[in-house]
């Protein structure tokens, strides 16, 4: 059972314009909705968490906006950059019961200069 | 401060043999936990050890297995491979950064079953 869903798959955005990632959840349990950037060759890194509380927050080029009552949260990367071509991971987990992240399935995102 | 490091970084092993994989946490972090990369199923969890303890299990059969030393080095092993286990194994250590667990990831160790 695929817990967070994710769109698009892949995405094509010019430099300096905008991506937009979704995704949705099903388990009200989730309290901590981390998104993951992940270059060939490594390991996913943390890009920027929200909690349930928190309607929008911002870091640097990167936005999450959170929709709590429709389960869903999205990613904005504004100003893209030929360096932000990645994979992105949305996840989602409830702290109290540990540290299982459940992740969407990934969005290739390819910004071309 | 060091990284996640994922030892070895590559594995070709042949189905019916077994495989350990090894992960050095961030020094002070005492959750481990695995997971499973693969085009077709994307991330999975395998399973979380603090302190030496298991936390949390994903839906792996128990051909996977996994524990953690005292120095929070943690080991995981996967018996009888099959073709379908050729992945890119991942391990994340956490630790709390404002009030939340933070998960960080090592390189991965990539495994083809031949």
């Known amino acids: 059972q695929q817990q967070v869903k994710q769109s698009p798959q892949s995405l094509i955005v010019q430099k300096g314009g905008i991506s937009i990632i979704n995704c949705a959840y099903e388990?009200?349990?989730?309290?901590?909705f981390p998104w993951y950037q992940q270059f060939p060759g490594k390991g996913p890194a943390l890009l920027i968490a929200?909690?349930?509380?928190?309607s929008e927050k911002k870091e640097g080029r990167f936005t999450i906006s959170f929709n709590k009552s429709a389960k869903q949260f999205s990613l904005h990367i504004m100003d893209s950059q030929p360096g932000d071509s990645a994979t992105y991971f949305c996840?989602?987990?409830?702290?109290?019961?540990?540290?299982?992240?459940?992740f969407g399935g990934g969005t290739r995102v390819l910004v071309k200069p | 401060k060091a990284g996640v490091t994922q030892t070895p970084r590559y594995l070709i092993k042949t189905r019916g043999q077994q495989v350990t994989l090894s992960c050095s946490p961030i020094?002070?972090?005492?959750?481990v936990s695995w997971y499973q990369q693969t085009p077709g199923q994307g991330l999975q969890f395998l399973f979380e050890?603090?302190?030496?303890?298991?936390?949390n299990k994903g839906n792996f059969p128990g051909r996977f297995s996994g524990r953690q030393f005292s120095n929070s080095r943690s080991e995981m092993n996967v018996s009888t491979l099959e073709l379908g286990d050729s992945a890119l194994y991942l391990c994340a250590s956490s630790g709390t950064s404002g009030g939340e667990n933070i998960q960080y990831f090592g390189a991965g160790t990539r495994l083809s079953v031949l």
């Open positions: 929200i909690r349930p509380d928190v």
């Open positions: 020094s002070g972090h005492r959750s």
């Open positions: 388990n009200t349990a989730f309290d901590y």
């Open positions: 050890y603090f302190s030496e303890t298991q936390r």
């Open positions: 996840a989602a987990s409830n702290q109290a019961a540990g540290n299982k992240l459940t």
